[in-house]
């Protein structure tokens, strides 16, 4: 069997419902016959710092609520089983689903591919003996020597002076900077 051309397509579901719309797409591909028709089920998302108890939390959220990209041939009944999905409204373009073009889909997957690698980008290099001053938490403000690191877990402890002393504290990376 020669492959069929699939291209990109853009479909609207509920905002929120995503990941369902995508786990439901990615189970029924697996077990049955649609593989020949539906190559890749793909939510746009970008990775987001968030502010939880004074803390940076790393979170991936859809950069594009409510769109879910489809790379697909709509032949026979696969726009049919697409549009009546749970939570899918249609496809963008109304009834007659309309390809993205070639820059649009490099353009989002070049997102999608950039924000995969962001977290390694983000080591930054630190060393024993070096000064860095806190930036969250109870110690804001204040500067302090790296005594140990623990890249596994992203965790530093850096001996601060408070009243005169010298206190080890465990911070994470993204608690202190550079000076």
Same mark, same amino acid.
């Given at each position: 069997?020669?492959?069929?051309?699939?291209?990109?397509?853009?479909?609207?579901?509920?905002?929120?419902?995503?990941?369902?719309?995508?786990?439901?797409?990615?189970?029924?591909? *697996?077990?049955? &016959?649609? *593989?020949?028709?539906?190559?890749?089920?793909?939510?746009?998302?970008?990775?987001? =710092?968030?502010?939880?108890?004074?803390?940076?939390?790393?979170?991936?959220?859809?950069?594009?609520?409510?769109?879910?990209?489809?790379?697909?041939?709509?032949?026979?009944?696969?726009?049919?089983?697409?549009?009546?999905?749970?939570?899918?409204?249609? =496809?963008?373009?109304?009834?007659?689903?309309?390809?993205?073009?070639?820059?649009?889909?490099?353009?989002?997957?070049?997102?999608? &591919?950039?924000?995969?690698?962001?977290?390694?980008?983000? &080591?930054?290099?630190?060393?024993?003996?070096?000064?860095?001053?806190?930036?969250?938490?109870? =110690?804001?403000?204040?500067?302090?020597?790296?005594?140990?690191?623990?890249?596994?877990?992203?965790?530093?402890?850096?001996?601060? *002076?408070?009243?005169?002393?010298?206190?080890?504290?465990?911070?994470?990376?993204?608690?202190?900077?550079?000076?």
């Amino acid at each position: 069997m020669s492959e069929i051309e699939k291209k990109f397509y853009v479909l609207r579901a509920v905002s929120g419902k995503e990941n369902k719309v995508k786990e439901y797409l990615e189970a029924e591909i *697996k077990n049955s &016959d649609l *593989k020949n028709y539906i190559s890749q089920v793909l939510i746009p998302t970008e990775k987001v =710092f968030q502010q939880r108890n004074g803390k940076k939390v790393l979170k991936e959220r859809a950069y594009l609520p409510g769109y879910i990209i489809v790379e697909a041939a709509l032949v026979g009944e696969v726009v049919h089983f697409l549009k009546n999905v749970n939570y899918v409204i249609g =496809f963008l373009g109304g009834n007659k689903p309309v390809p993205l073009r070639a820059s649009e889909v490099s353009r989002i997957l070049g997102t999608v &591919d950039e924000l995969q690698e962001q977290p390694e980008e983000f &080591d930054v290099q630190y060393y024993v003996g070096e000064t860095v001053k806190v930036t969250f938490g109870p =110690f804001n403000g204040f500067h302090g020597e790296i005594k140990e690191i623990n890249p596994e877990k992203k965790k530093l402890i850096v001996l601060v *002076k408070i009243f005169g002393r010298g206190t080890p504290l465990e911070l994470g990376y993204l608690q202190v900077e550079k000076e």
